[in-house]
Antibody
Framework: QVQLVQSGAEVKKPGSSVKVSCKAS????????ISWVRQAPGQGLEWMGR????????NYAQKFQGRVTITADKSTSTAYMEIISLRSEDTAIYYC?????????????WGQGTLVTVSS | EIVMTQSPATLSVSAGERATLSCRASQTVAYNLAWYQQKPGQAPRLLIY???ARATGIPARFSGSGSGTEFTLTISSLQSEDVAVYYC??????????FGQGTKVEIK
């Protein structure tokens, strides 16, 4: 079955950018899509967007449009999520996850999460 | 954007008793609803998708029901390992996919 391993924790300054990776193994990368979900400290889950690796097409929540870019490298079975112009409110755990089939955006399994801390 | 509202915020149930969690959508989501369990310090885990289908490896004591705007997650006999926060999520009308704010389940 699919396993997703994310990159390590990051500490960033306000105004900078961060790129988090999510490496997949155990199934053909082109067969599914990958979503990104974040969770601020003590808060709930917030869906950011998803990528269709086979088509290089990404969809975003309007809140993140223009500041978040989700990409995929089929040659390494790795998805990426980049945020620019970081602010303190972006401090959160960022998760990647495999989506259900077609347009069913339920997430299973999830990566282990990557803590991004934005602080001056 | 579809708003998902979960109730109660916290649910205290005795071990072995039934726990019933509710999720309401601001407009119909048909059967396109999932439930997740999140334990402290862990990533969420999918329990239920398509409103009532159990994910792989999920114990039979977890069941989902409902359609349209009203959904329920039932834990038939609460175990100590079920202490967690539970989230509902709709994927009928996206972007964005939206989550409820969560229900914390604890042992009374």
């Amino acid at each position: 079955q699919v396993q997703l391993v994310q990159s390590g924790a990051e500490v960033k300054k306000p105004g900078s950018s961060v790129k988090v990776s999510c490496k997949a193994s155990g199934d053909t990368f082109n067969k599914y899509t990958i979503s990104w979900v974040r969770q601020a400290p003590g808060q709930g889950l917030e869906w950011m967007g998803r990528i269709i690796p086979s088509l290089d097409i990404a969809n975003y929540a309007q809140k993140f449009q223009g500041r978040v870019t989700i990409t995929a490298d089929k040659s390494t079975s790795t998805a990426y999520m980049e945020i620019i112009s970081l602010r303190s409110e972006d401090t959160a755990i960022y998760y990647c996850g495999r989506d259900g089939p077609h347009t069913a955006i339920w997430v299973d399994p999830w990566g282990q999460g990557t803590l991004v801390t934005v602080s001056s | 954007e579809i708003v998902m509202t979960q109730s109660p915020a916290t649910l205290s149930v005795s071990a072995g008793e039934r726990a019933t969690l509710s999720c309401r959508a601001s407009q119909t989501v048909a059967y396109n609803l999932a439930w997740y369990q999140q334990k402290p310090g862990q990533a969420p885990r999918l329990l239920i998708y398509d409103a009532s289908a159990r994910a792989t490896g999920i114990p039979a004591r977890f069941s989902g029901s409902g359609s349209g705007t009203e959904f329920t997650l039932t834990i038939s006999s609460l175990q100590s390992e079920d202490v967690a926060v539970y989230y509902c999520q709709q994927y009928n009308n996206w972007p964005p996919v939206t989550f409820g704010q969560g229900t914390k389940v604890e042992i009374k």
